[in-house]
């Protein structure tokens, strides 16, 4: 499959109930072939409205961040567990995002990133176990046939609480270095 193929899957999908009050499926933006995958939740009703990830308030935190921090556009690529909104922006049923999974597996396999970073508990959860509590697992590093993930809040959340600035931006900081580590002081 390519991107052009999973894309009209995706925009073509009706596997659970979130299709039918969707205005855009958002699979995700950032370069094709960038080494980084960051993975949220899914859709707000701004990225719902705009058919792009991460364009709302949490989205903006996290451009913020990761400029703050010295990634450079090529570096990443953003998805969502889910491609649809939920609706009032909940959280994922299971079995939405059981029905979305295939398409997040079909991005990694494009991708074919070194690195993922799981943003929030549902990310966490859905790619690295149910024992796995961003609050728990942050910060660390899990190794998978050559793929490093970690864990780190959703930006969202730091919109909650300010605690949880510090700490994202720290995690955020490891990933950089995991990245510099992987390919040598430039990145890529």
Same mark, same amino acid.
């Given at each position: ?36 995958? %960051? ?18 308030? =949490? ?9 703050? +921090?010295? %990634?450079?556009? $090529?570096?990443?690529?953003? =998805? $969502? ?7 009032? $922006? ?5 079995? @939405? +995002? @059981? ?16 690195? #993922? ?19 728990? #697992? ?28 510090? #700490? ?5 900081? =490891? #990933? ?13």
């Amino acid at each position: 499959m390519n991107w052009e193929e999973l894309s009209d899957y995706c925009n073509n999908c009706n596997r659970c109930a979130l299709s039918q009050t969707r205005q855009h499926v958002v699979l995700g933006k950032g370069d094709l072939n960038a080494p980084i995958l %960051f993975v949220g939740e899914g859709p707000g009703a701004k990225e719902d409205e705009m058919g792009i990830p991460f364009v709302g308030q =949490a989205g903006k935190l996290l451009d913020l961040a990761l400029e703050s +921090i010295g %990634f450079e556009a $090529n570096e990443y690529y953003v =998805a $969502n567990v889910v491609k649809c909104r939920p609706p009032q $922006n909940r959280v994922p049923l299971q079995e @939405e +995002i @059981e029905a979305c999974m295939p398409y997040l597996r079909e991005q990694f396999k494009l991708l074919r990133p070194k690195i #993922v970073v799981c943003l929030g508990s549902v990310a966490s959860t859905a790619l690295l176990g149910a024992e796995c509590k961003v609050s728990v #697992v942050r910060g660390t590093w899990t190794q998978r046939k050559g793929t490093y993930f970690t864990a780190t809040y959703h930006p969202a959340a730091l919109l909650r609480d300010d605690s949880k600035k510090l #700490v994202m931006w720290q995690d955020l900081k =490891a #990933v950089k270095r995991k990245l510099e580590e992987i390919y040598g002081i430039s990145g890529k």
